[in-house]
């Protein structure tokens, strides 16, 4: 499958999902897919966007959260499936866009092409859901899954290794807080 393909069909009609965008391409994924107040782009912290989705899911436990982002950006970042499992928000969910390279610096092998198996991981952790999909079928089910199903889910989703444009979000780390902020808990609260 092609990511910004997944991407697009993942954040379609996505209402008042919470989204947290792991560093590099699954940024520019979720920006080329429509830029959102609601979505918050890590730039280029990586290994932090699952624990940035678990903080979310903990304070807005009415809202659906989901992390998108990259195998090797997961990879960094291992423990915080051992800590969303044991925290179990049911309304978070973790999608890794799975093209088994570190994509922004020059697809580099990533360990999910040795079959490390994050999925399986998951499960392992404790999550409700730990799936790798293949297919567009997959991907609709997951989009349903991310707005209803208990989690906290996970998936592995399988994508070609390419080299697409970059589509930027907004640089400018304060901005990204402030209209995150205002866009969830109101105007006020940007300025707090
Ligand atoms: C701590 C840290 N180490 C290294 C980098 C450099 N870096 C930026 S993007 C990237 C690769 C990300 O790979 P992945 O998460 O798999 O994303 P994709 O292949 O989809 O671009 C790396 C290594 C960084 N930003 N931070």
């Known amino acids: 499958m092609k990511r910004r393909d997944v991407v697009r069909s993942l954040l ?13 391409s699954t ?3 979720c920006t080329a897919a429509g830029d959102s107040p609601l979505t918050f782009p890590m730039w280029g912290a990586m290994g932090q966007a699952a624990m940035m989705g678990l903080g979310l899911a903990l304070a807005q ?8 982002t990259g195998d090797g950006e997961a990879l960094m970042g291992l423990g915080a499936l051992a800590t969303i499992g044991v925290q179990k928000p049911a309304n978070l969910t973790v ?3 799975d093209n088994e390279r570190y994509g922004e610096t020059g697809m580099q092998k990533t360990h999910t092409a040795h079959g ?9 952790a404790g ?13 609709a089910a997951l989009r349903q899954e991310i707005h209803g199903a208990a989690g906290p889910n996970f998936a592995q989703v399988k994508v070609s ?4 444009p970059l589509v930027l979000p907004p640089r400018e780390g304060a901005l ?7 866009a969830l808990l109101g105007a006020g609260a940007a300025l707090e």
């Open 161 to 164: 290794a390419e080299k697409i």
């Open 127 to 139: 999550f409700a859901t730990g799936v790798l999909l293949r297919d567009a079928a997959g991907v």
């Open 176 to 182: 990204l807080k402030s209209r995150f902020r205002a």
């Open 95 to 97: 999608v890794v866009i």
């Open 116 to 124: 490390v198996d994050l999925a399986a991981m998951a499960r392992a």
């Open 27 to 29: 940024a520019w994924d």
């Open 12 to 24: 379609k009609n996505r209402k008042d999902l919470l989204v947290v965008a792991g560093l590099g």
């Open 61 to 68: 436990p009415k809202r659906r959260v989901l992390v998108v």
